[in-house]
C-alpha cells in the first residue's frame, strides 16, 4: 500500500516537473522599444524584407496591417491577427518582451502556443536588435480596430501540442555549413529568417516542419509545385538574373513568376536594398 501511495506522488511530481519544463516560459533580457526615427525607419525597412504584409495586411483596408486574411492549410483556416497597436483587437499594449517571445519562441503574451502558420521557426534566427525594430516601427502605426475571427481547426488540434511539436522540430534541426563569406552570410539571414524563403521553398515532414536536411530543394503547395532554390535547378541563372528576378519577377527566359511568389516580389524582394539584393543572389549561387 505504502508503496503504490509512493509510486503514485512520484509520478505526479515527476509529471508536474515535465510539465513545467515543457511549458515554461523562456527567460528575456530586460529590454525597452525605441520611439527614436532612426529605429522606426529601420523597423520599416525590416517588416518589408520579412514580408509580413504578405499576410498581415488588412484584408478591409490593405493599407494597415490590421490583418483577416484566411490562410487555408491541410491543418485548417487561419486567420491572420491585427498587428495595429489596437488595445482590444490589435496588440495594444505590447512590451518589448511580448515582441522577443512572439518571434523568437512562437509564445503570446500570456503563455499560450501559436501555431505555426505564423513563420516564427523562421523568424527565430532574427537578432533582438531587427525584432526590437520591428517593433518600433509596429508601434508607431495608427491602431486600426478590426475583430478578425478565430480559426477553424479540427477538434483535436490544441495550441499547447506546438509545445511538443516545437521540441520535435528542435530535435529534426540540422547544422547549416559555415559561411564567411559578408554577403553570402547576410544573404543566408535575409533567406533563412527575414525573407523566410524555406517556408515555401522547403519541403514538409508529415507534422509540417521543414525538412531541413533538404534545405530549398521545392515543395508542393496544395495543388502547386514550388520550385528547387538550389545550385541545381539555379545553373541557368546568373547572380545578376538572380538579383533581377527579386526586384521585378522576371526569370531569365523572360517569363514572370505567378503564384504565392508574386505577393513576395511586389511586398518584400523588390523592396530590398539592391545590396540585399545582391546578397540573397550570393547566397542562393554559392558553390556547395
Ligand atoms: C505566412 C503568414 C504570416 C507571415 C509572413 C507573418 N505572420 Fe505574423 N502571424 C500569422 C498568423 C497566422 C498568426 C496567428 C498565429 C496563431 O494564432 O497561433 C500570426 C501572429 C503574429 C503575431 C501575434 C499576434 C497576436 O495577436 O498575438 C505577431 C506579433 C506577428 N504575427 C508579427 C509578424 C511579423 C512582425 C511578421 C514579419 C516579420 C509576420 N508576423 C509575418 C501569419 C503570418
Ligand atoms: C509564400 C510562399 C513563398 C515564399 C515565402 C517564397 N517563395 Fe519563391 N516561389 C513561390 C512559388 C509558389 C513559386 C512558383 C511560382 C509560379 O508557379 O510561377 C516561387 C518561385 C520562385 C522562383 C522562381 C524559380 C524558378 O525556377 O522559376 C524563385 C527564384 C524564388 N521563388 C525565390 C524566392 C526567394 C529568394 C524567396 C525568399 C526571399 C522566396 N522565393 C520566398 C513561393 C514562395
Request: proline share 6%; aromatic share 12%; net charge negative.
Amino acid at each position: 500500500m505504502k508503496m503504490r501511495v509512493t509510486l503514485v506522488v512520484g509520478c505526479a511530481v515527476i509529471g508536474l516537473l515535465l510539465g513545467y519544463w515543457l511549458l515554461a516560459m523562456p527567460q528575456l533580457s530586460q529590454v525597452a522599444i525605441s520611439d527614436t526615427p532612426v529605429a522606426i525607419a529601420r523597423g520599416e525597412y525590416l517588416i518589408s524584407a520579412g514580408g509580413c504584409v504578405s499576410c498581415h495586411a488588412g484584408s478591409v483596408d490593405s493599407s494597415s496591417m490590421s490583418g483577416g486574411l484566411a490562410l487555408v492549410s491541410e491543418f485548417g483556416t487561419f486567420y491572420v491577427p491585427n498587428i495595429t497597436p489596437h488595445p482590444e483587437t490589435g496588440i495594444g499594449g505590447w512590451q518589448a518582451k511580448d515582441f522577443l517571445l512572439a518571434m523568437r519562441h512562437g509564445r503570446s503574451p500570456d503563455g499560450g502556443y501559436y501555431y505555426p502558420a505564423f513563420p516564427y521557426r523562421s523568424y527565430a534566427g532574427l537578432s533582438d536588435q531587427d525584432i526590437l525594430d520591428m517593433a518600433a516601427y509596429l508601434v508607431s502605426l495608427p491602431p486600426v480596430e478590426s475583430q478578425v475571427p478565430p480559426h477553424e481547426l479540427p477538434f483535436w488540434l490544441f495550441r499547447w501540442m506546438m509545445a511538443v511539436w516545437n521540441l520535435i522540430a528542435d530535435f529534426l534541426q540540422s547544422d547549416f555549413e559555415s559561411l564567411s563569406d559578408p554577403a553570402q552570410l547576410r544573404g543566408a539571414y535575409l533567406a533563412r529568417h527575414l525573407g523566410h524563403c524555406g517556408e515555401c521553398h522547403t519541403p514538409r515532414n508529415v507534422l509540417g516542419m521543414s525538412v531541413l536536411t533538404q534545405e530549398f530543394a521545392g515543395a508542393t503547395m496544395g495543388e502547386g509545385h514550388v520550385e528547387a532554390l538550389n545550385s541545381e535547378a539555379l545553373r541557368g541563372w546568373t547572380e545578376e538574373d538572380f538579383a533581377f528576378f527579386l526586384f521585378l519577377g522576371m526569370k531569365p527566359d523572360g517569363d514572370y513568376v505567378g503564384g504565392k511568389m508574386e505577393p513576395v516580389i511586389e511586398h518584400n524582394t523588390s523592396r530590398l536594398t539592391e545590396e540585399d539584393r545582391q546578397a540573397l543572389a550570393a547566397f542562393f549561387k554559392r558553390q556547395i
